[in-house]
Antibody
């Protein structure tokens, strides 16, 4: 099971950090990835983290403003998005590689 | 970069009827393709992996087929919970990465 943090409302230019806590297995067993889903749109892969060693891979679109981190002591991964803009308004999902388990999603709303 | 194109964008089907969804890859991806169902307000759920293997707990009415560039998801008899959006996904093994198709919405006719 993957449990994500709650909905966020942020102003343009702010930073948001979302958490995803793994239960039922060791967080180091699988890569973890993040997906963005804008309102009414499809799924867009943002990148992944290997919680075991912290190695990350970012999709080109997100590499400048997104950072993935992991705290294996509490089986939790994080995604930080900086310099938020209105087009970052979306539901963000964490999931275990390659897609067996998904979090419930975290809605981030960026509005002035 | 491999692009996945799903068709049709919307499929209107009556409950109990069958449905066939298509996913085409811009180049050969062998059988490295998965299918997901996303019900409204929910996270996607894995249905099929490696083109034709049903994931744990997925009923037999879901069948995946294909290899290379052309893939199909067939639903033999639609249940109410099957009216949803379906996505195909390709997994790159190294470096690891994922790409999704644009989705097919299956709606009630």
């Amino acid at each position: 099971q993957l449990v994500q943090s709650g909905a966020e409302v942020k102003k343009p230019g702010a930073t948001v950090k979302i958490s995803c806590t793994v239960s039922g297995y060791n967080s180091t067993e699988y890569y973890m990835f993040w997906v963005q889903q804008a309102p009414g749109k499809g799924l867009e892969w943002m990148g992944l983290i290997d919680p075991g060693d912290g190695d990350t891979i970012y999709a080109e679109k997100f590499q400048d403003r997104v950072t993935f981190t992991a705290d294996t002591s509490i089986d939790t991964i994080y995604m930080e998005v900086r310099s938020l803009r209105s087009e970052d308004t979306a539901i963000y999902y964490c999931a275990s590689w390659p897609g067996d388990y998904w979090g419930h999603g975290t809605l981030v709303t960026v509005s002035s | 970069e491999i692009v996945l194109t799903q068709s049709p964008a919307t499929l209107s089907v009556s409950p109990g009827e069958g449905a066939t969804l298509s996913c085409r890859a811009s180049q050969s991806i062998s059988t490295s393709l998965a299918w997901f169902r996303q019900k409204p307000g929910q996270a996607p759920r894995l249905l099929i992996y490696d083109a034709s293997n049903r994931a744990t707990g997925i009923p037999a009415r879901f069948t995946g087929s294909g290899s290379g560039t052309d893939f199909t998801l067939t639903i033999s008899s639609l249940e109410p919970e099957d009216f949803a959006v379906y996505y195909c996904q390709h997994r790159y093994n190294w470096p690891p990465a994922l790409t999704f198709g644009g989705g097919t919405k299956v709606e009630i006719k």
